[in-house]
């Protein structure tokens, strides 16, 4: 198997292809994509013939609003229906050489060879031959653990698979080897790099860490800075999907945003409509794998929300970017055509030291949507305080959220409890 080691940053050209190319790229991809799954799919035969498109309707990315968004439960639906597979398996099965089950259970067939473009998220995270790698994530019950060893291997990296838990026996493992780099979620890193502090350890003396990669898991600023910071560990975060195959988008050098990969067509969708979002508005992220042959998987619903933007990155990369994972489609309350999501309001509300706590409510008054912000502060402020701040937080809903609060309202200490949720939808549809 290749072994990249070009002196370049990129892991293929597609990473830098002109708009026009992608375009080019992606309608090609997806042309044959489609027919492929409804020939060899029975799945997805049945999903184009219910909408009455023919796969040859199927010319542009817009198009794919045609179709239907197939969700995790669609899958678990169809696969009991018509075991093991469900109708999506698009290989003959003796060409399966590996099937990965995950929870659901969701079985998926796979034929792994050829399959390197998950390398890229690693590459762009700078692990290269000569790195020893820490695999923290599962090899079992997952295809999580196998897809990043070999992605690891890809980039020419040492991959160590040391698997989930058993924090004592990565600290170890990590000190003798003298690991370069970790894989797995934040929180687990954290765990790891505490417990070596408890056995004595001096992680910045004692450890040769470098880099981490994260999926799985949010990597929250303030842990970022701590690993950065503290730990002089260089961290990368990347969005990965089990039903899809994998790594959908991925930071590079710049962290402001995930690259989107190429392998996959990524749509930004109203979640309730499925109609394809413009850049910046907020929706759920549906996957087409391009590359996959495997498996006949068309517009999967991933659940998550997230948008995406489009201006250049510094990195030399000229795919979209995706601004983060946002929350979970049900988590979601539309306000007046917008999407607003807790975490985002959260990230503004509490940007704000005065800021203790905050809880949106949603109501309709004469047929429009009304929002109001509840604030409470950590202490008392001034009318003209509390104008200036009230001022200032509704034009960062404004810039974060894209919709402005109606009414900000600053309630008594103690009125807003911790467990409460963050939105409240109070409107009746009458
Ligand atoms: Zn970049």
Not at 273 to 296: C, D, M, S, Y
Not at 423 to 428: G, K, L, N, S, Y
């Amino acid at each position: 198997m290749a072994v990249k080691n070009r002196p370049d940053e990129f892991f293929d050209d597609l990473e830098a292809m002109s708009p026009g190319a992608r375009e080019k790229y992606q309608i090609e991809k997806l042309a044959l994509t489609v027919a492929h799954a409804y020939r060899h799919a029975p799945a997805v035969r049945d999903t184009l013939d219910k909408a009455g498109v023919k796969p040859d309707q199927i010319q542009k990315v817009t198009d794919l609003q045609k179709l239907p968004i197939t969700r995790k439960t669609d899958l678990i639906e169809r696969q009991k229906a018509y075991p093991p597979y469900g109708g999506f398996s698009a290989i003959p099965p003796e060409d399966i050489d590996r099937v990965f089950i995950s929870p659901g259970p969701v079985y998926e067939p796979i034929q792994h060879e050829g399959i390197q473009w998950f390398a890229k998220a690693f590459w762009a995270a700078g692990f290269r031959k000569g790195d020893v790698v820490v695999n923290t994530f599962t090899y079992h019950l997952s295809p999580a653990g196998i897809l990043i060893h070999e992605a690891i291997r890809d980039c020419g990296a040492t991959a160590v698979p040391t698997g989930t838990g058993n924090t004592d026996i990565q600290v170890q493992t990590m000190h003798h080897l003298k690991a370069t780099g970790f894989v797995g979620t934040p929180s687990f890193l954290m765990t790891v790099l505490k417990r070596a502090e408890e056995l004595g350890y001096d992680v910045k003396k004692d450890f040769c860490l470098k880099r981490a990669w994260f999926t799985g898991e949010m990597l929250a600023p303030s842990l970022r800075k701590t690993f950065e910071n503290d730990y002089k560990i260089d961290t990368y975060q990347a969005y990965a999907v089990t039903e899809p195959g994998g790594a959908l988008a991925y930071e590079c050098c710049e962290k402001s945003g995930m690259h989107l990969m190429d392998e996959y067509l990524i749509e930004i969708v109203d979640p309730e409509t499925g109609k394809q979002l413009g850049p910046g508005e907020v929706g759920e992220i549906v996957a087409t794998p391009l590359h996959n042959r495997n498996w006949g998987l068309i517009r999967f619903g991933t659940g998550d929300l997230s948008s995406y933007i489009i201006e250049p990155c510094a990195c030399g990369r000229t795919t979209n970017r995706l601004t983060g994972i946002l929350g979970r489609a049900g988590d979601a309350v539309k306000v007046r055509g917008m999407f607003v999501i807790a975490r985002q309001a959260e990230q503004v509300c509490l940007s704000f030291e005065p800021v203790a706590r905050f809880q949106i409510a949603v109501t309709r008054h004469e047929q429009r949507d009304e929002m109001k912000l509840k604030v409470e502060l950590k202490h008392e402020l001034s009318s003209i305080e509390k104008q200036k701040l009230s001022d200032e937080l509704s034009q960062n809903f404004q810039n974060i959220c894209r919709i402005k609060p109606d009414t900000i309202d600053f309630v008594p200490t103690g009125t807003i409890a911790e467990e409460q949720p963050k939105i409240v939808d109070e409107r009746t549809w009458e």
